[in-house]
């Protein structure tokens, strides 16, 4: 059974910085990409960042540039997500998700899914 889990969101005030986490199984884990998406009420899902399967190759959304930094561990199958300097447009839901091949932005594209972790960002 495939299986990823999201963990590490929680309420931090403007500034502040979050890890978010994201457990595998089930499936190999070197073979895919992870991605981290995030999606508030009444709005589209949308990519944050994502780690290819080839180490060193990473892609960030504009708007986290130079705060968010992706990373993953093979041995653990576990990838993260480290929040700087975080601002209340950062508040959502925040999804993990994994791709066989390559990265790719669009969240039709993506295999598997994992639950959502909440983070809000207080002003």
């Known amino acids: 059974e495939v299986q990823l889990q999201a963990s590490g969101g929680g309420l931090v005030q403007a500034g502040g910085s979050l890890r978010l986490s994201c457990a595998t199984s089930g499936f190999v884990f070197d073979d895919y990409a992870i991605s981290w998406f995030r999606q508030v009420p009444g709005k589209e899902r949308e990519s944050v960042s994502c780690?290819?399967?080839?180490?060193?190759?990473?892609y960030y959304a504009d708007s986290v540039k130079g705060r968010f930094t992706i990373s993953k561990d093979n041995g653990k199958k576990t990838a993260y997500l480290q929040m700087n300097s975080l601002n209340p447009e950062d508040s959502a839901d925040y999804y993990c998700a994994a791709k066989i091949g390559y990265c790719h932005d669009s969240r039709y594209s993506q295999d598997y899914w994992g639950r959502g972790t909440l983070v809000t960002v207080s002003s």
């Open positions: 780690i290819s399967r080839v180490d060193g190759i990473w």
